[in-house]
């Protein structure tokens, strides 16, 4: 599961992507998050040191530099970490992905599905290997199927961002992820991930 400072880091690189980067005190971004204060404090003190983050004396929290603080982000995610297994299925990535759409329980897509449900239409490479959060219902693994799904362990304030995950978490968690389709995904959108909210 994504530890608490990389649920920090994530509100902070989602809201300067929807135009927020201050917040009056450290006690309110605490409320949004539902954290402890300190526990925040704690998160901020590595990008508040980088200049990322700005921590007035007043009491004052600003996100100065959200692409970089994405890029730290990106190079200490362990996605290995939050994998709770893997298995094949026959149908393709899309097909898979769209079987997802349907399951009732409550999933939240990642990686390539969730890139292609922000921006539109794949123009970068097909893939193979399908990110969901929690544990679906409509899925049949086959060992001899074409389509790796791998199944990660949400954390509590995943399901705040919807059926998908935020644009900047499905590319950390494609930063992560082996294969050369993962590389042309984080390389392509990278003016767009990470340039965009700078």
């Given at each position: 599961?994504?530890?608490?400072?990389?649920?920090?880091?994530?509100?902070?690189?989602?809201?300067?992507?929807?135009?927020?980067?201050?917040w009056?005190?450290?006690?309110?971004?605490?409320?949004?998050?539902?954290?402890?204060?300190?526990?925040?404090?704690?998160?901020?003190?590595?990008?508040?040191?980088?200049?990322?983050?700005?921590?007035?004396?007043?009491?004052?929290?600003?996100?100065?530099?959200?692409?970089?603080?994405?890029?730290?982000?990106?190079?200490?995610?362990?996605?290995?970490?939050?994998?709770?297994?893997r298995?094949?299925?026959?149908?393709?990535?899309?097909?898979?992905?769209?079987?997802?759409?349907?399951?009732?329980?409550?999933?939240?897509?990642?990686?390539?599905?969730?890139?292609?449900?922000?921006?539109?239409?794949?123009?970068?490479?097909?893939?193979?290997?399908?990110?969901?959060?929690?544990?679906?219902?409509?899925l049949?693994?086959?060992?001899?199927?074409?389509?790796?799904?791998?199944?990660?362990?949400?954390?509590?304030?995943?399901?705040?961002?919807?059926?998908?995950?935020?644009?900047?978490?499905?590319?950390?968690?494609?930063f992560c992820?082996?294969?050369?389709?993962?590389?042309?995904?984080?390389?392509?959108?990278?003016?767009?991930?990470?340039?965009?909210?700078?």
């Amino acid at each position: 599961m994504l530890s608490k400072t990389q649920q920090v880091w994530r509100h902070l690189v989602v809201s300067a992507s929807e135009d927020r980067r201050r917040w009056p005190t450290l006690r309110a971004l605490a409320a949004e998050l539902d954290m402890g204060i300190s526990t925040v404090h704690a998160a901020l003190a590595g990008p508040a040191e980088m200049g990322t983050v700005i921590i007035r004396p007043a009491g004052g929290v600003s996100a100065d530099d959200p692409g970089r603080l994405l890029l730290c982000w990106a190079a200490r995610r362990n996605l290995a970490k939050d994998i709770v297994r893997r298995f094949q299925v026959a149908p393709s990535a899309y097909e898979t992905e769209a079987a997802l759409g349907d399951d009732p329980r409550p999933l939240i897509l990642g990686g390539f599905g969730a890139v292609l449900a922000a921006v539109g239409a794949n123009t970068i490479a097909d893939y193979s290997t399908v990110l969901v959060y929690g544990e679906p219902s409509v899925l049949s693994p086959d060992p001899h199927g074409g389509t790796e799904v791998i199944i990660l362990e949400p954390d509590p304030l995943l399901a705040r961002y919807g059926r998908t995950t935020p644009l900047c978490q499905a590319w950390a968690d494609l930063f992560c992820l082996p294969g050369w389709q993962a590389a042309r995904f984080t390389d392509c959108l990278l003016d767009k991930v990470v340039r965009d909210i700078a």
